[in-house]
C-alpha cells in the first residue's frame, strides 16, 4: 500500500525547535516534489515548504528564515526543520508527495503545538 509515514510532531515552548520527518513507502513511484502543509482548528490547510527532487525549495512567507525543508532521494524522505517556533506555529503538518504521473500522496498529518 503506498503511504507516507510522518513523525516528530509534539509539543514544544514558544521560540524551541521541533523536526518532523516523512518516509514515502517504496509503492510510490516517480517521486519529484515532496513537501509539507499545515492546518490550525478552523482554517484551511496551507503550504509550508515543498522541495523538488533536484533541491530547489520553496517557503511560506510566514516561515522563512525559521523553517528548512531538506530531503533524502535515496529513502525518500523529506524534512521539515522548525526553530524559533511561535505559538501560531500550532497546526496538524501534513507532508506530501507528487508524482511524475501528477499523483499527489499524503502523509497521516502530526501535531505540533506551541505554547506561549
Known amino acids: 500500500q503506498a503511504q507516507l509515514v510522518e513523525s516528530g510532531g509534539g509539543w514544544v515552548q514558544a521560540g524551541g525547535s521541533l523536526r518532523l520527518s516523512c518516509a514515502a513507502s517504496?509503492?510510490?513511484?516517480?517521486?519529484?516534489?515532496m513537501g509539507w502543509y499545515r492546518q490550525a482548528p478552523g482554517k484551511q490547510r496551507d503550504m509550508v515548504a515543498r522541495?523538488?527532487?533536484?533541491?530547489?525549495?520553496t517557503y511560506a512567507e510566514s516561515v522563512k528564515g525559521r523553517f528548512t525543508i531538506s530531503r533524502d532521494n535515496a529513502t525518500n524522505t523529506v524534512y521539515l526543520q522548525m526553530n524559533s517556533l511561535k505559538p501560531e506555529d500550532t497546526a496538524v503538518y501534513y507532508c506530501?508527495?507528487?508524482?511524475?504521473?501528477?499523483?499527489?500522496?499524503w502523509g497521516q498529518g502530526t501535531q505540533v503545538t506551541v505554547s506561549s
Open positions: 506530501h508527495a507528487d508524482t511524475d504521473r501528477l499523483n499527489r500522496f
Open positions: 517504496g509503492k510510490i513511484f516517480g517521486i519529484n516534489t
Open positions: 522541495i523538488t527532487r533536484g533541491g530547489t525549495t
